[in-house]
């Protein structure tokens, strides 16, 4: 049995419970757009320092992402930590149970503190974007990086 050290799937069930303590809902791709830009905050001028470290190749990162939170939702969907609703605009959204709610407000450990920080300067600016406008940023965020 393969272990994958960071941003296997329980990590990834721990960042969206953060992530959705913040936020009503949100639909697979916020969550994926809203958990790297958080991670790489300092890429996008939104915090200090990015909480994975500097890491020249953190843009090819988001397709395995994206495996591993399907896989973080499942998680939380198999031990009642997840609702999901349909939403006109974003299709299908995710968000938390009162169990998972519980579970969430638990979570007091320096790095669940400096991520609600740098996801908070996030949502400050990037909330109300929709999941294509997100992953645009994202895209824009690498050419800049690239130029």
């Known amino acids: 049995m393969k272990t994958k050290l960071f941003n296997g799937k329980f990590e990834l069930a721990l960042r969206i419970l953060l992530i959705l303590g ?3 809902s949100a639909s697979l791709d916020q969550l ?3 958990d790297f830009i958080t991670t790489y905050a300092s890429s996008f001028n939104l915090f200090k320092d990015n909480l994975h470290g500097d890491n ?3 843009y090819s990162e988001i397709a395995s992402r994206r495996v591993m939170m399907n896989k973080g939702i499942s998680l939380l969907r198999m031990y009642n930590l997840l609702g999901i609703n349909y939403s ?3 299709g299908y959204e ?3 149970t009162d169990l998972g709610r519980s579970i969430e407000n638990q979570f007091d450990d ?3 503190i400096e991520y609600r920080q740098s996801l908070s300067n996030v949502m400050g600016k990037y909330s109300r974007f929709s999941s294509k406008k997100l992953m645009k940023l994202i895209d824009s965020n690498l ?3 690239l130029e």
Request: aromatic share 20%; net charge negative; glycine share 0%.
């Open 22 to 24: 913040q936020r009503e």
């Open 32 to 34: 994926l757009a809203f």
């Open 56 to 58: 020249a190749f953190n």
């Open 88 to 90: 006109e605009q974003n």
């Open 94 to 96: 995710y968000c938390l």
């Open 110 to 112: 320096q790095y669940a």
């Open 143 to 145: 050419m800049k990086e």
